[in-house]
């Protein structure tokens, strides 16, 4: 049987807190104006509890893509993440994604490819499907990017915006879904775009904090250059490579960095019509590797993409990278019934939750149930027979 990757669930969530224009303008010197005639950005949405983290927020779209596609957790056999802001350098962001819904049949790890991230992972999960390893697969793009900015740096701290979103590929045996990616990278152009310092080529240290290293640098004007030349490349890529023309093409989604991006790149030299362009920015501003999921779900919710239409996603990003997908949109599933949502939503979410509670305490009972017995040991052991009966203390023999 041929196998095929279909899309049968998408997700998003976003921060409720809301960054304008006008506010950014009181924190640097910088105008609604100028953002406005610049990127396309009005606003953007950013994680203000500490409570909100990349995994949180990525769980939420993880989970609306599963209420889309009406399956539990339990049927999902990988978790992808794809980040550049994750929890950590380690463990994987989708470690604790996988963990906080249940997905407990699940591999998990975190795919860094920058803005490029979510066609990546897209192409991964295709991968793995077709090639036999995985039957049904999480891609999540999730971002908090707001904790990584440097807040007085106006060439930067305007574009950024958090958000996650997520999609779920299952195999299936007719013809669509995924049909055709095109990956690339030119590492030449890494300091470009990076965050110099917290990895191991600049451990985090006083001079790194002091030299705001820890912060995204960027070369915003070669981005854009580059940017311009590599959406219009890799969407015809992807378009001839699966075999279509560009009027086959319903609808691109393009990674949402700037309106003048999209604008010189798919309208001006692809001649593609705006009208089958979907943009969001001005919403969200640039949340990185959310981007597209955030875009495709909003499509979709829009009325957007019809079954069998076909569509390109396709981003660029730090790296530099630059990644497209061909997809062809498939029937949706059947709603999900008030009662699956219940046993998801207030059980099986809430169960996990105690379940890996009761996985953390268990790990610790032990850890202290073994040192206590090594204690016991330790001290049985160094206290032999003497010859009258009496235990000798064997660390009194030096
Ligand atoms: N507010 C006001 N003025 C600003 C500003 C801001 N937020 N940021 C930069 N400026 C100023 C610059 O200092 C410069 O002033 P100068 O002429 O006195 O030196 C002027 O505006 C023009 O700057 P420039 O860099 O030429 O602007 P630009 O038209 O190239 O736009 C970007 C800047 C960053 C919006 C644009 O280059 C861009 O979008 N690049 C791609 C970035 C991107 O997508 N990154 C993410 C990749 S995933």
Same mark, same amino acid.
């Given at each position: ?226 940017? %311009?030349?590599?959406?219009?490349? !890799?969407?015809? +890529?992807? *378009? @001839?490579?699966?075999? /279509?023309?560009?009027? #086959?093409? &319903? ?37 990185? %590797?959310?981007?597209?999921?955030? !875009?495709?779900? +909003?499509? *979709? @919710?829009?009325?957007? /993409?019809?079954?069998? #239409?076909? &569509? ?48 953390? *305490? ?37």
């Amino acid at each position: 049987m041929a196998r095929y990757s279909r899309i049968i669930g998408w997700g998003m969530y976003v921060p409720e807190r809301v960054l304008t224009n006008d506010e950014l303008s009181r924190m640097v010197d910088t105008s609604d104006e100028w953002i406005r005639t610049r990127t396309g950005i009005r606003e953007r949405r950013i994680v203000d509890k500490p409570a909100e983290t990349t995994a949180t927020l990525a769980e939420r779209a993880a989970r609306a893509a599963l209420d889309k596609a009406g399956i539990p957790p339990t049927a999902l056999d990988m978790v992808i993440v794809s980040t550049s802001s994750p929890e950590h350098l380690f463990p994987a962001t989708a470690c604790i994604v996988q963990d906080a819904i249940g997905a407990t049949n699940a591999g998990a790890y975190d795919l860094s490819a920058a803005c490029s991230g979510f066609v990546y992972a897209l192409a991964m999960a295709h991968g793995l499907i077709v090639s036999e390893q995985a039957d049904t697969v999480m891609v999540i793009g999730a971002e908090t990017l707001s904790r990584l900015v440097n807040w007085q740096d106006r060439n930067t701290c305007v574009l950024f915006g958090d958000g996650a979103g997520a999609v779920i590929l299952q195999v299936s045996d007719t013809p669509g879904g995924v049909l055709a990616t095109v990956l690339g990278s030119d590492g030449s152009g890494a300091h470009l775009l990076s965050l110099p310092a917290g990895g191991s080529r600049k451990p985090p240290s006083l001079e790194t904090i002091r030299n705001g290293d820890h912060y995204i640098h960027m070369d915003g004007k070669a981005v854009f250059r580059f940017a %311009t030349r590599v959406m219009a490349e !890799a969407t015809r +890529e992807v *378009v @001839e490579k699966a075999g /279509l023309s560009l009027e #086959d093409i &319903a609808l691109i989604i393009p990674h949402q960095a700037n309106i003048r991006i999209i604008e010189s790149s798919v309208v001006r030299q692809l001649r593609f019509p705006w009208e089958r362009v979907f943009v969001n920015l001005d919403r969200y501003g640039n949340t990185s %590797t959310a981007s597209i999921p955030i !875009a495709l779900t +909003e499509a *979709v @919710e829009a009325g957007k /993409l019809r079954p069998g #239409d076909y &569509a390109v996603l396709v981003g660029f990003g730090a790296g530099l990278t630059w990644a497209a997908a061909l997809i062809q949109w498939g029937p949706e599933a059947p709603p999900v019934t008030w009662w699956q949502r219940m046993w998801w939503h207030v059980l099986w979410y809430r169960w996990s939750r105690l379940r890996s509670l009761y996985r953390r *305490v268990r790990r610790r009972f032990f850890a202290l149930y073994f040192r206590g017995r090594e204690q016991v040991e330790q001290w049985t052991f160094t206290r032999e027979p003497s010859p009258d009966g009496r235990g000798k203390d064997r660390t009194d023999q030096k």
